[in-house]
């Protein structure tokens, strides 16, 4: 089983994606965005590596207007060697890539220009992903689209318009549920017609279930069936609700211990695409969860990331994970976590954010100069009046952190939570 995450990561140094607008798009700011986005692209691969990551979703805003006529350059040529390195990062580690089409690639369009549009973009991904030198089984996620008034009629245009596109485009397409308006049971006839592997969403069906009488295994089975040996090992899309949101919204973080009740449940021989707010972070949550190597180290290299951060918003909570890290021969994934994510529950208060804060300043006493001293103290004094936010306290300090290099504290998600 191989988890992993979507696009984005945090606390990840050197990992931002650049963009523009259509009116800055100039040959000059493309290259140079293109060019950072590949070395970002570069780092989070390198990122995933380290830490056991071994499906990944990369975004498609990488190349500015990707599929637009305003970018005319053929950057898989003029980056061709970069993309040689990356594809063999990507192939010595193993890791399985993917991309996900926009809102905007609608394929069942009743408006031609709009279907034009969408497999232009349906074209770009596989471009990129070509140009990666991945195989079939990294694939492209789209939507079914809309309905229009009419889903049959909708589903037929959706067959009528797979018929335009490559072969190439074809060999990569998955398919998967929404949480609007085309659920599993729809997808499932789609995919069956067309011979499409099918993705399941178990957010989304539980939004937008088809057959309340069958559960998600069931139906996870049922979309095993449409994967072909080309395709690779069966991936899911798995996700938790965010309480108080609207149906659908993704959670903060994954709860291990519900997570671990599904994951009981599946075949070993599936691949899980974790969509979640915190990324990589709950995706190195859910791998440690399941991992064969129970090492305490493995949490103790996370408590040194997360440490600063709960002891901002509770020391009774960093004190019982120190206490639970004291036996190194037990290994308490699930309790680690847990007190993790209810200590970032709980509201900071001005005493917790000076402590943690105070924790971190630390590191600079000694090697500080006496004019980033007297700034410091000037910071901390506003910040206690009220005047200056606890952000501006944080900046300084992650200033000194990449100033005087100190890794421990770059590393950590102090910055970043």
Known sequence: MKIGYACLNIGVFQTNYKNCTMKNATRENLISIIGHNLNSLNNALD????????????????????????????????????????????????????????????????????????????????????????????????????????????????IHN??????????????????????????????????IPVVFDNLHNKVLPYDNSKDEFYFIKQCKKTWKKEDGTQKIHYSQQDTGKRPGSHSKTIDLTEF????????????????????????????????????????????????????????????????????????????FYNLIDEALNIEEDLGSVINAASHVWGYFKSISTQDEKKKWLRILNDYKKGVRTKNILKVFLHKMALKYNVSYLIDSYYFDL
């Open 260 to 335: 671990t009740k599904f994951i009981n449940k599946l075949d070993d021989e599936i691949d899980i695409m974790l969509e979640v707010k915190d990324k990589n972070l709950s995706a190195i949550k859910c791998i440690n969860s399941i991992s064969k190597n129970k090492d305490i180290k493995n949490l103790e290299i996370e408590w040194s990331k997360y440490k600063y951060t709960v002891l901002e918003h509770s020391s009774s909570h960093y004190n019982r994970i120190r206490e639970i890290l004291k036996d190194k021969n037990k290994y308490p994934v699930i309790e």
């Open 47 to 158: 990122y995933n590596i380290k830490n056991n990551i071994k499906i990944f979703r990369i975004s498609s805003d990488l190349i500015p207007f990707g599929s637009s006529p305003v970018n005319d350059i053929k950057w898989w040529e003029l980056f061709a060697n970069e993309f040689s390195m990356l594809g063999s990062k990507i192939k010595s580690s193993k890791m399985r890539v993917s991309m996900h089409a926009g809102q905007y690639t609608v394929l069942n369009s009743p408006h031609e220009d709009v279907v034009f549009k969408s497999i232009k973009d349906l074209n770009y991904h596989n471009k990129f992903l070509d140009s990666l030198g991945t195989g079939k089984d990294s694939k492209i996620v789209l939507h079914i689209g809309g309905v229009y008034g009419n889903k049959e009629k909708a589903i037929e245009r959706f």
């Open 162 to 195: 797979y018929s335009l596109l490559s072969p190439k485009v074809k060999e990569r397409l998955i398919i998967e549920n929404d949480d609007k308006s085309y659920n599993i049971g729809d997808v499932l006839k789609i995919g069956k017609i067309l011979d």
